[in-house]
């Protein structure tokens, strides 16, 4: 069997949708937009703002940052005992390494597979993220690895085209390794990624709520026998956010789509209660709050408790924590830690890691002021200590 053939993607369940979604702005869905009472456009004081004075507020990183914030080299596999557990790793900002547990979806599977379906999100291991890399937002701490020390990778799964969360120089390496990973992206985002460098069949671009089924073929643990199925469905959820990659972005329609995503194990049918589900938000706001409004009194964004009530449960969620002041301006497209963990209730999920924090200086929030937030924000609204955490970069996290 050739390498390339080792990843299958299907589509067992497709999405029927009448009419034009709202989230659409024309018939051909070519063009997006947010479509809850949660939203609000940055107007042209904003504009002004953030073109103009936001980056003069940023604050710089302490000189003890590699304290504050470590960085352990990543181990890719634990204990023998750890293969039937997932796994996630926080790779800085919004990166993520995640492996399902090493089971097989085949209902009579007589070997065992020598390890999970392995997904990174949002990968960029580069120095800057702008569109050169001898200017713009650089890293204030180091990405948890490169591409040459990853392991094999099945799945990249991209959430939206901003600098931060797709990378040129990651996505390159990643297309160019000599087994190919197949990519994910929402709506719009094929000719980028085309552009860099991804046969435009290992490209897989959906709409929100459309899911695929991605096998793999993976050696079994006992290497005399057959290779052994494992899989995943993988769906595309809805958040509050925007695009875009150039300054003229900002004053146009959305040109391309926006997501989190949900990978899901699939497992022989009399074992499915036990498969695992992990959900990874990429950028999203909650709600939107003026300066002088009561938070509490706003709508929030009605998707994540979509979400929940969609997959029942969540096992693991990767949620964004930081870039969030000044309110007034973020909080259309990103979450505070409080909305985060708002955000970890409505989807149901049973343990956390809070993302996109302490790797770019992108806001006027303290450095190291979304941990403590989450930590407060967890007790206020009555999450388990030690559910939802931040970790180190490159920390591997196990969970049964
Ligand atoms: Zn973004």
């Known amino acids: 069997m050739s390498p390339a053939s080792s990843i299958q993607v299907s589509n067992p369940n497709p999405l029927k949708t009448?009419?034009?979604?709202?989230?659409?702005?024309?018939e051909?869905?070519?063009?997006?937009?947010?479509?809850?009472?949660?939203?609000?456009?940055?107007?042209?004081?904003?504009?002004l703002y953030i073109v103009f004075k936001h980056s003069k507020q940023c604050p710089t990183a302490p000189e003890n940052i590699s304290e504050l914030i470590p960085a352990r080299k990543p181990t890719w596999t634990g204990k023998s005992t750890d293969e039937l557990k997932l796994k996630a790793m926080w790779m800085g900002h919004a990166s993520?390494?995640?492996?399902?547990?090493?089971?097989?979806?085949?209902v009579d599977s007589t070997s065992t597979p020598s390890r999970g379906a392995r997904i990174l999100f949002d990968p960029l291991f580069s120095e800057r993220c702008s569109p050169i890399q001898w200017a713009g937002f650089k890293r204030i701490t180091p990405p948890a690895c490169q591409v040459e020390d990853l392991p094999e990778i099945d799945v990249v799964v991209i959430s939206h085209d901003h600098?931060?969360?797709?990378?040129?120089?990651?996505?390159?390496?990643?297309?160019?390794?000599?087994?190919?990973?197949?990519?994910?992206?929402?709506?719009?985002?094929?000719?980028?990624?085309?552009s860099f460098g991804v046969p435009e069949d290992n490209c897989h671009i959906l709409d929100w709520?459309?899911?695929?089924?991605?096998?793999?073929?993976?050696?079994g643990t006992d290497k005399s026998s057959e290779p052994v199925s494992i899989a995943f469905d993988l769906t595309c959820t809805p958040g509050q956010h925007n695009v875009g990659r150039n300054f003229t972005d900002r004053f146009k329609h959305a040109k391309s789509l926006w997501s989190g995503w949900?990978?899901?194990?699939?497992?022989?049918?009399?074992?499915?209660?036990?498969?695992k589900t992990v959900y990874f938000a990429g950028d999203t706001g909650y709600r939107a709050v003026l300066d002088?409004?009561?938070?509490?009194?706003?709508?929030?964004?009605?998707?994540?408790?979509?979400?929940?009530?969609?997959?029942?449960?969540?096992?693991?969620?990767?949620?964004?924590?930081?870039?969030?002041?000044?309110?007034?301006?973020?909080?259309?497209?990103?979450?505070?830690?409080?909305?985060?963990?708002?955000?970890?209730?409505?989807?149901?999920?049973?343990?956390?890691?809070?993302?996109?924090?302490?790797?770019?200086?992108?806001?006027?929030?303290?450095?190291?002021?979304?941990?403590?937030?989450?930590?407060?924000?967890?007790?206020?609204?009555?999450?388990?200590?030690?559910?939802?955490?931040?970790t180190d970069i490159g920390q591997m996290m196990f969970y049964d």
Not at 18 to 26: A, F, L, T
Not at 30 to 35: G, L, R, S, V
Not at 171 to 181: E, F, G, N, S, Y
């Open 209 to 219: 709520w459309e899911s695929r089924r991605v096998e793999v073929l993976v050696s």
């Open 18 to 26: 009448e009419g034009r979604p709202s989230h659409w702005v024309d």
């Open 96 to 106: 993520f390494f995640v492996e399902l547990p090493a089971r097989s979806c085949i």
């Open 262 to 275: 949900v990978a899901r194990e699939v497992l022989p049918e009399s074992q499915s209660n036990a498969a």
């Open 28 to 47: 051909e869905g070519t063009a997006f937009k947010n479509p809850w009472k949660s939203w609000r456009e940055h107007d042209w004081r904003d504009q």
């Open 292 to 390: 002088g409004q009561d938070e509490n009194q706003v709508p929030v964004c009605e998707a994540f408790q979509q979400i929940g009530n969609k997959f029942g449960s969540i096992d693991l969620a990767m949620l964004p924590i930081g870039a969030y002041l000044p309110q007034r301006y973020m909080s259309p497209v990103h979450c505070s830690p409080k909305e985060s963990a708002l955000v970890f209730k409505d989807i149901r999920a049973k343990y956390g890691i809070g993302m996109h924090w302490g790797t770019f200086v992108l806001t006027t929030e303290p450095i190291m002021d979304p941990p403590k937030k989450l930590k407060e924000a967890c007790e206020e609204v009555g999450i388990k200590e030690g559910s939802f955490v931040c």
């Open 163 to 194: 600098y931060d969360h797709l990378d040129e120089g990651t996505i390159a390496k990643l297309a160019a390794l000599p087994r190919p990973p197949q990519f994910f992206a929402p709506l719009g985002n094929l000719t980028i990624l085309k």
